[in-house]
């Protein structure tokens, strides 16, 4: 029986639709993360008959014609690149991007990864770093006798160093763009790698056209509403159960088929 294919689908896509909600709940508080969500196709359908197909010797045609389906599959689970709230810390080496762009990050096999996540730090040497400790480029070196450090909306680094009065520029935090952000492949640790999908990077001075301002002392938090997700949750279960419902039924048709004697 096709029910019996067709239902199993739909559960085994609810259930997926389930685990990208909880994915977003899990990371409610996690700096710069941006939410998923499942999309959905339908399956090849199975013409019994045909819309158009000739009826008679006259030429009249099948208006609609009869078509099975044989299911639902995943299509894609994009990120929704909203922005998040911006919340202080008031920590002097956190940064939020308000607008659009990523952080560049320099991993350590050489290439270049992209993150919302600001909250940097300095290593042993002063580099300024994620907190994995990956750099944060072009490589920006802060003085172990520097008092203050601050950072422009521009993203100009300058310190103050030892019993200097003018601030000494340290270096600029340029800020990367793709032509399609959703298409970024997610690594972890708040990171993504260029695909051929996302389009190769465009660097900019951040607050320029195009590319967001930096707030130093501030954070991004998730773009996850909660309200939502619950809602999202709810209706992925309630589908599931339906899907479960359907296998059921056709298991009791099937089992009054066997029935008849």
Same mark, same amino acid.
Request: aromatic residues 6%.
């Given at each position: 029986? &096709?029910? %019996?294919?067709?239902?199993?689908?739909?559960?085994?896509?609810?259930?997926?639709?389930?685990?990208?909600? +909880?994915?977003?709940?899990?990371?409610?508080?996690?700096? @710069?993360? &941006?939410?998923?969500?499942?999309? /959905?196709?339908?399956?090849?359908?199975?013409?019994?008959?045909? !819309?158009?197909?000739?009826?008679?010797?006259?030429?009249?045609?099948?208006?609609?014609?009869?078509?099975? $389906? *044989?299911?639902? &599959?995943?299509?894609?689970?994009?990120?929704?690149?909203?922005?998040?709230?911006?919340?202080?810390?008031? &920590?002097?080496?956190?940064?939020?991007?308000? $607008?659009?762009?990523?952080?560049?990050?320099?991993?350590?096999? $050489?290439?270049?990864?992209?993150?919302?996540? @600001? *909250?940097?730090?300095?290593?042993?040497?002063?580099?300024?770093?994620?907190?994995?400790?990956?750099?944060?480029?072009? #490589? =920006?070196?802060?003085?172990?006798?520097?008092?203050?450090?601050?950072?422009?909306?521009?993203?100009?680094?300058?310190? /103050?160093?030892?019993?200097? *009065?003018?601030?000494?520029?340290? $270096? !600029?935090?340029?800020?990367?763009? /793709?032509?399609?952000?959703?298409?970024?492949?997610?690594? #972890?640790?708040? %990171?993504?790698?260029?695909?051929?999908?996302?389009?190769?990077?465009?660097?900019?001075?951040?607050?320029?056209? #195009?590319?967001?301002?930096? !707030?130093? #002392?501030?954070?991004? !938090?998730?773009?996850?509403?909660?309200? +939502?997700? =619950?809602?999202?949750?709810?209706?992925?279960?309630?589908?599931?159960?339906?899907?479960?419902?359907?296998?059921?039924?056709?298991?009791?048709?099937?089992?009054?088929?066997?029935?008849?004697?």
């Amino acid at each position: 029986m &096709k029910a %019996l294919l067709i239902a199993a689908s739909g559960m085994m896509a609810q259930e997926l639709n389930v685990e990208v909600i +909880s994915n977003n709940i899990a990371n409610m508080r996690t700096t @710069g993360f &941006k939410r998923q969500r499942a999309e /959905f196709q339908d399956l090849l359908y199975q013409d019994l008959r045909r !819309q158009g197909a000739s009826t008679s010797d006259t030429g009249t045609v099948v208006p609609t014609g009869v078509h099975i $389906g *044989s299911g639902v &599959k995943t299509a894609a689970t994009p990120r929704v690149m909203s922005q998040g709230n911006i919340l202080m810390t008031e &920590k002097d080496l956190d940064v939020a991007i308000r $607008g659009d762009g990523f952080f560049r990050i320099r991993m350590p096999d $050489g290439r270049t990864a992209y993150s919302r996540d @600001g *909250s940097f730090e300095r290593d042993s040497i002063g580099q300024l770093v994620t907190v994995d400790g990956y750099i944060v480029e072009p #490589g =920006i070196t802060v003085p172990d006798d520097a008092r203050a450090i601050s950072i422009d909306a521009e993203g100009l680094v300058q310190a /103050f160093v030892a019993t200097d *009065s003018d601030p000494v520029d340290l $270096g !600029q935090i340029d800020l990367a763009r /793709f032509v399609n952000p959703a298409g970024l492949e997610s690594i #972890g640790d708040n %990171l993504y790698l260029e695909t051929p999908s996302s389009g190769a990077e465009q660097t900019g001075t951040a607050a320029s056209e #195009g590319y967001g301002m930096l !707030q130093q #002392g501030y954070l991004e !938090q998730a773009n996850v509403n909660p309200v +939502s997700e =619950i809602s999202e949750l709810i209706a992925a279960q309630r589908a599931y159960e339906m899907n479960s419902r359907v296998i059921s039924a056709a298991d009791e048709m099937m089992q009054s088929t066997s029935n008849i004697t």
